[in-house]
């Protein structure tokens, strides 16, 4: 998908009734995990995701590969 929308992992801003927030931010609450790697291997320092700042409002660019539905 090319949107957020209907994501088990997106977020949303919502207001003091508990409705979504018109101004339509969220945040993806997709949890990352990093591949396995040889025992004679180790990480030089471990890669940290950046970012997940989402819209309702606004399409992305690619499709994301870890859209789930509810």
Same mark, same amino acid.
Do not use: A, F, M, V
């Given at each position: 998908m /090319?949107?957020? %929308?209907g994501?088990?992992?997106a977020e949303w801003k !919502? $207001? %003091?009734?508990n409705r979504?927030?018109? *101004?339509? /931010?969220?945040i993806c609450k997709? %949890?990352? /995990?990093l591949p396995v790697i040889p025992a004679s291997m180790?990480?030089?320092? $471990? +890669? /940290? +995701? !950046? *970012?997940g700042h989402i819209y309702r409002h606004k399409?992305?660019?690619y499709h994301c590969l870890?859209?789930?539905i509810e």
């Open positions: /090319k949107n957020c %929308k994501c088990k992992y !919502r $207001t %003091k009734n979504l927030h018109p *101004g339509g /931010k969220g997709y %949890k990352c /995990k180790s990480w030089s320092i $471990t +890669p /940290k +995701p !950046r *970012g399409d992305h660019i870890c859209y789930d």
